[in-house]
């Protein structure tokens, strides 16, 4: 995203074509991502110690980010095609593109929390949790 911004500030058409290379890249490591998840998921339902609602939150999640990722990679992809005939078209998708992945940021937040919640739970948002994993002096 911040190679995003850098061309839209320098209104600079390689910056930008780069970062909607980057975009497209981010896109297609998605896929990767998001079967690596269900390889896990499947994983844990074989091990004790995981609850299996938190790890649903995490996968709900990663879903949600996964469409941001791909929406952000096809606008790129559209991008880089249009732009090949109108040069100025890729400053006008940039926002568009930027939007998306101001979004994702947000699901990514979410990801890396509900992720986190599955194996440290003295983060979980519960009083009792936290009062549980508390140490005495």
Known sequence: MMV????LLDSNAGVLRSAYMLFLTGALTTIVAMRSGEQAEEFTKH?????????EQHEVAAERLAY??????????IALIVGLKRPKALRYTAYAILLVACMGMY????????????RHPEIMDLP???QQYEVED
Do not use: E
């Open 4 to 7: 995003l911004l850098m061309g």
């Open 47 to 55: 091990l004790s110690g995981f609850d299996q609602q938190l790890v």
């Open 68 to 77: 941001m990722n791909y929406a952000a990679g096809l606008l790129a992809g």
């Open 107 to 118: 699901f990514s937040w979410q990801v890396g929390h509900s992720g986190g919640q599955i």
């Open 128 to 130: 009792n949790k936290a």
